[in-house]
Nanobody, 124 residues
Framework: LRSSCRRGGGLVHTGGSLRLSCVAS????????IGWFRQAPGKEREEVSC????????FHADSVKGRFTISRDNAKNTAHLQMNSLEPDDTAVYYC?????????????????WGKGTLVTVSS
């Protein structure tokens, strides 16, 4: 499986919205749970959202709950992270990742495949 984080990154003002997309190739995406991680300058990478392989279960970190929504379209081999009400603290490189586990996991080492990341910058 190869995943790439495409489209959606960029510069936005506080309160704005962006939608990140993760496109997979090589094998059906519905074999994998998908996580979105981010790494802000000078900070460790953290998971912000995760969705199970079926899409029936999701996780959002407290810092983004109510503002970010993860979704997936297995027929199109894509996953999305809709980010609303963006804040300067959301500035980071965002990565999508896939795990062969079908349920959500928060441990970074349990993810097997990683996209290259896309930069999101939120200006105040």
């Amino acid at each position: 499986l190869r995943s790439s984080c495409r489209r959606g990154g960029g510069l936005v003002h506080t309160g704005g919205s962006l939608r990140l997309s993760c496109v997979a190739s090589g094998s059906p995406l519905d074999y994998y749970a998908i996580g979105w991680f981010r790494q802000a300058p000078g900070k460790e990478r953290e998971e912000v959202s995760c969705i199970s392989s079926s899409g029936g279960s999701t996780f959002h970190a407290d810092s983004v709950k109510g503002r970010f929504t993860i979704s997936r379209d297995n027929a199109k081999n894509t996953a999305h992270l809709q980010m609303n009400s963006l804040e300067p603290d959301d500035t980071a490189v965002y990565y999508c990742a896939a795990t062969t586990l079908v349920y959500c996991v928060v441990e970074e080492h349990k993810y097997d495949f990683w996209g290259k990341g896309t930069l999101v910058t939120v200006s105040s």
